[in-house]
């Protein structure tokens, strides 16, 4: 394998990141200020050429990537593989209202225990799932500089999975609009970068 850039570029803000709601695999737009965050981000980043897009097929990760797509040229991909964690039942509600419900349930999974809400997905499956999906985009790609748009959980576990630090914690989540830059050889994943992020 030649060297690649990999970029992991978390989606921009919805209303559900505002309202503090668990937003999983509902298809929740970017708002206003996502969609300036995602323009501004992706006046950025084209400056590192990126010759492959493929993005997650909800479409606040698709618009964002879409932002880019037109800057560059390229047509994004989009792939159901890269999605958001499930966190099922939860989808929807804010931290206090699941609480209401399922108590025990969210006061293991805020402890960083690998659990899954109810009806979705633990983190290391959900992370397990995304690194799975970027490994083999990057292993088949005959490009360079690659873009992977997601959002912030699943970015996160693969990130962690991929560096060898899985379940470790020690990688934050990035915010919204905000990416890592990675470099991957046949010697593995190098982190050049993380968090960076335009207000």
């Known amino acids: 394998m030649t060297a690649k850039t990999v970029l992991f570029w978390r989606h921009g803000q919805t209303d559900f990141n505002v ?4 937003q999983g695999q509902t298809d929740v737009p970017l708002n206003d200020t996502g969609r300036r965050q ?19 097929d909800l479409s606040r990760a698709a618009e964002t990537a879409e932002k880019l797509a037109r800057i560059v040229g390229v047509e994004t991909v989009h792939d159901a593989r890269l999605r958001e964690a499930a966190f099922g039942e939860w989808e929807g509600s804010i931290r206090a209202e699941v609480a209401e419900t399922w108590p025990d ?75 890592g830059e990675f470099g991957c050889s046949e010697r593995g994943w190098v982190l050049r970068s993380w968090g960076t992020t335009l207000r």
């Open 19 to 22: 309202e503090g709601r668990f």
């Open 38 to 56: 995602a323009e501004e981000a992706a006046r950025l980043l084209s400056g590192l050429s990126p010759e492959l897009i493929v993005a997650s």
């Open 105 to 179: 349930e969210l006061a293991e999974w805020v402890s960083g225990a690998d659990v899954a809400p109810p009806g979705g997905e633990s983190r290391s499956e959900s992370g397990q799932r995304v690194a799975a999906a970027v490994t083999d985009i990057v292993d088949t790609a005959t490009v360079d500089t690659i873009v992977i748009v997601a959002h912030g959980a699943v970015l996160r576990g693969a990130a962690e999975i991929l560096l060898g630090l899985t379940g470790t914690g020690r990688i934050g989540v990035l915010g919204n609009c905000g990416h």
